[in-house]
């Protein structure tokens, strides 16, 4: 009887593929309805349907992590960058939630360029998880890891910039508070994506 290292059609690279190009039509599909600057029931349904089929692709990372004898990387690694991946396209549904529930019904213009540097954030994440099928070359995967950190930088200070204008400006405290918590959670989202890339940095130092 022969003992299968890797169940048999299975590959994680596939799944990391699977699950980044979900986190991509999110960002891409968030900016879209921040476009639009409102979020109806069919926008939030369709968020919702990304996100499940992220997690779907989540779990099935986690299964095969669990079954396989030898992993292509650390465990802790892979079930790291796993749950980083997925609580990207998880903020920005909830992001998403969030504007319907305060019934956003405007296009703010700070949050479109917020959307505008997560599509960019998430893209580079995608670059730099599907760049871990071949470590060997190396210097893609970290031009891409220095790209979102770039990007998180970028969205510290548009943070801080549109909260000061925020609290400058608007003389409605519950305006205030629905604003404050979408931006904050906006930047969160380039923070996941940099933690994204620490954990691909980290795989980079054992495997190269």
């Known amino acids: 009887m022969i003992f299968r290292l890797f169940p048999k059609d299975f590959s994680f690279f596939e799944l990391f593929k699977e699950q980044v190009d979900c986190a991509v039509e999110a960002a891409a599909y968030f900016k879209e309805m921040v476009l639009k600057g409102s979020v109806d029931h069919h926008s939030l349904d369709k968020i919702h349907h990304i996100e499940n089929r992220a997690d779907d692709v989540a779990h099935k990372i986690i299964d095969q992590l669990n079954k396989c004898f030898i992993a292509p990387f650390d465990r802790e690694d892979i079930h790291n960058l796993t749950i980083q991946i997925d609580d990207i396209v998880d903020i920005i549904n909830a ?6 529930i305060y019934k956003i019904s405007k296009v703010d ?6 959307a505008a540097v997560i599509e960019e954030s998430v893209q580079a994440v995608a670059r730099a998880v599907n760049g871990l099928s071949n470590v060997k070359k190396p210097k893609a995967i970290l031009e891409a890891c220095v790209e979102v950190n770039r990007l998180e930088n970028v969205g510290d200070a548009m943070r801080d910039e549109l909260l000061a204008e925020l609290f400058e400006s608007e003389t409605n405290p519950i305006e205030v508070i629905k604003w404050k918590e979408i931006y904050q959670d906006a930047e969160t989202v380039l923070d996941i994506c940099e933690d994204v890339a ?11």
């Open 95 to 100: 992001i998403a939630s969030h504007m319907k």
């Open 109 to 114: 213009k700070g949050l479109v360029e917020f």
């Open 198 to 208: 620490h954990v691909v940095d980290t795989i980079l130092v054992k495997h190269t």
